[in-house]
Structure formats: structure tokens, C-alpha cells
């Protein structure tokens, strides 16, 4: 996956996408596979806006057969099941549980109701789909079961709990940088970094977007047939011909923060906490990485997305209400490691709701008067691929859905195999690497952790010997640079690697790792020390 920039200035491409979270690199993978001639560019680097914000979970159809029915539910199983198939190492199955009290016995009837249907559904689909391996195990657990997966839960009017599965994204920004260098591969041509300033028209038409490379500051035009803008909160950045574009009503935007704490529940469940009584809304605990994430919390927002900060005021909002509801966490903001933010559509065309828009929509300019430019608005991190091909089939009759067989993998994964891959690679590894470093990396990396493990050997110096943990960091780094367009030292820290997306690394690991890049990009000390900068401004307030 290379910075090829003299290539978006002299192609003419079938589709530009601009913005490279998970709806632009889902768009990019999913036209890439129909051989289509496509360029896609973001302003910053790829998945470090809105994409970024995610509880990891990759929902399968519970919440959608409670609140809008089969239709929704099955699509969202689906999609769950395509994001296991083509990533394997990074989406793997989350076994849910929800307590159920005494006074919710409508509540309790409907969840055993959706139990039964949910896994009716869920085993009907892998018959058809063929995957064996994609349980959908549903079922009622007694109060005992409960208490026990969730230490210190109210026992009070506990007369249950309700069990499913769904699956969890371990790296959901390496799956974004994994959708895109599959695309790159295909022959996409992609740049971080590059910010669109105005889409060009012509008889009604458009036809090209000039932009500005934000690294070395040049100019220049990217030819399209099709545009589409996947910028979320951005979109209001680009500027058009659009002489409608001052009447239109503005979006709103709400934030949402997801926190990262100290493990308060050591089971393998993701625990749903239900807000207040007969209530909708839950609070979601997720195991991750040793560690609980928590969320989400949502608040109405109006400034520019670039100055989206979570304040100490909204985190503790957060901590308070996920303490009254269970109280045996005893979380403080110390506990809290990191915290996710992002924006997305809010629900209601005024600016006072705190709801995110349930489903998505595609906004055509054509009855604007300009052709061939779409934005699409409000997209769940999990239904991106759908959402990617409804948008794609809407434009091209030609293209139709495809069966899992016929699309492949994603960068990481293998048509089949994986599992024996992962043995074979811990049996070579294991007297050089430890078992832990070794599933971390293989969970990031795929089938692509030799890669990694061959640099940091060479590192070494050395074929035999233990590999230390240094060496594995700086492969890490080694492989960002040459092979996944990292650019910044946030690009590696925050997203390439996981080596700062739970926590801020030491400030050693900071300066390794950007002495570490200054020699191979050859940047100045003024330069390393901006980067350094600008990295530790990217951690929340707790840690400064």
C-alpha cells in the first residue's frame, strides 16, 4: 500500500471516495472485487475520525429483531458473519448476557420470545450459508448463572438473565487498514493525508475534486465519473457549486464516548446493563485486551469535529451513572486508561436530541441539479459492507450480491486454514517468542505475523535466541512504514499497531519509536519533537 500521488493526478477513476474510515474502505474493498478503477483519499489518516469510536462490538441481529424485526435482524447477522469470514484473526465470537428482573415481565417474555427466534434464525442462515463454524447459540440463563458471570450484579427482583452471541472486532482500526490495503492490492490508489477542497462540475456534472496534499502542500485535481463523500461531520469542509448547499439543513451531530478501565468483570461476556427499568438503552462492559470497555455515553454537540474534546465533566457523567447501576465497579477516573470519542448523525433534525440515527441513507445531489455525487450519512461500523454494496448496486445495475465464497479475504486472513496456520506458526515461535506476544500479533497481523517476527529477527542480528519484546516494536513500526502508508507517529501508535489504543505508551516507547521513524523518513529533531507533541495531545486529560 504505497503513497502514490502523482498517480491520483493523472488517472481518470470509475469512483473517488472521499473519507477513509470503515464506509470508505468498505466502498473501496467492495468495488475493487467488481474491478472497478477506484482512488480514495482522507484529510488525516485512515480510520482516525469517527471509525475510531467503536465498543468492538460487531452486533448480529438481537437488538435489531427487538426493535425493528426479522428483516433488520437477519441483514445484521449477515454482516456479522461476512466480517468473521473475511478477517478470521480479528472478528471472533462474544458470548452476551443480560440480567432480567421481576418486574420486567414483559420484558422477560419478549427476550425469551427473541432467544428462540434469534437462534432459529441465526442456525437457518449458517445452513444456507453453509458455515458450520457461526453458532448462534440463544438461551435463558437461570438467576444463579448470572450472579455468577457477573460478580456484585442486583440480586434484588433477579429472576434471570438472557444468553447469545454476537462477536467482537479485538482491532477495529486495523481492520479499516486491512479492507484497504486489500483494496490497494486490487489496485485501488489510496493516499492519507490529502484533504478534498472543492468538487468540480461540469454541464451539471461532476467531474473532478481539487485537493491538497496536507504533507508537502501541493495542488492538483482528481478526475472521477463518481464521487462519493463517506467525511461524516467533514462534509461541511468541501465546498461546491451548489447553489441549494445554503438552504439545506445542517446535519446534526451527536458525541459519543466509550471508556477503557481497569477489567471490573473477569468473565469472557460482554454484559449488557439496562440504564433504568424498562428501559432500551443499556450500558455495554466489553472484555478487551485484560481490560473492560465501557460504554456508550452520548452528548449533543455543535462545535467543528476537528475540536471534538471529551471534558473530565463527561467522563465522570459516564463513570457516575455506570456506578449507580452497579455500584460493585467502583469506578473512579483513575481506573480510566483511555477513552474513545467520536461524532455521528444524531436522530432528530434539531440540535437537542442525544440519539444516533438508527439507519442510514444516501443523499443524491442530482436533485440539486449535479450529477454523480452521493453522501451517504449514519452508518453502523458493522453494517459498512452492506451499506458499501446498496450504495454500489444503486449506482451500477450490473453489480449484484455476492455469495461469501466468491469474496475472498481481507489482508490477514486465509480462505481456510487459519487455525493451522496458528499452530504451526506458535510451534516454529514458541522457544523465541513469547505465547502472549505471539497471539497478540497473530490476532493484529494474520497470516502476515511472519512478516513481522522475520523483521524483528533481522533486527536481532541474530537466527536463534529469545526475540525481546523491543525488537517486536520496531518490526512493528519497520512494517507501518513500508506497508500500511503510515506517515505520523500517531498513524503507528494509534492505529497500525495497538500499542497506545488502550493506554499511553511510556515515554520511553514514545521516543524509540519516533527515533525509530526519524531514521527511516530521515526527519529533522524540530520534527520529532512535533510529532512527539502532537502524539501525547492526543491522550485525554487524565494524563496530563
Known sequence: MKRDLKRLSDTQFDLLIIGGGIQGAGIAWRASLEGMSVALIDKGDFASGSSSNTSKVIYGGMQELRQYGIKRSRHAMHERLRLMHLAPHLVQHLNCIVPIYSDENKTSTGMKAALKLYDWLGRKQNRELDEEDAAHAAEPLEAAQVEE???GVDKDGLKGGARWQEAVCSNTERLVIAMLKTASARGAA????VRARKIITKKGRVCAVAVRDELSGVTFEIQADEIVDCTGPWTEEISTDLAEKKKKSKQNYVAGINIVTRQIISSDHCVYLRRSTHSDQFYNVIPWRDRSLIGTEWFRYEGHPDHLEISRGQCLQLIE???????HAQLSLADVSFIYKGLVPGSGEDYFGTEPLSKFRFLDYSQHGVKGLT?????????????????LMRLFPRIKRRPLSDQ??????????LEEYREDLFKRW?????KNELER??????????????????????????IDSRAIMFAEVRHALSEEMAVKLTDVVMRRTDLGSHQRPSEIE????????????????NRCVSELTECRDRYPFMYN
Open 149 to 151: 458471570i457477573i460478580p
Open 190 to 193: 489510496l493516499a492519507n493525508y
Open 321 to 327: 451513572n455506570f456506578n449507580r447501576i452497579y455500584p
Open 375 to 391: 453522501r451517504i450519512v449514519g452508518v453502523e461500523f458493522g453494517s459498512a459492507l452492506h451499506v458499501a454494496e446498496a450504495y
Open 408 to 417: 475472498g479475504v481481507i489482508a490477514g486472513g486465509l480462505p481456510a486454514g
Open 430 to 434: 514458541k522457544e523465541r517468542v513469547s
Open 441 to 466: 500479533l497473530f490476532i493484529n497481523y494474520g497470516n502476515e505475523t511472519e512478516q513481522v517476527l522475520v523483521r524483528a529477527e533481522n533486527s536481532n542480528g541474530r537466527a536463534t535466541g529469545r
Open 510 to 525: 514514545l521516543s524509540d519509536i519516533a527515533d525509530q521513524m526519524a531514521s527511516v523518513l530521515q526527519w529533522s529533531e
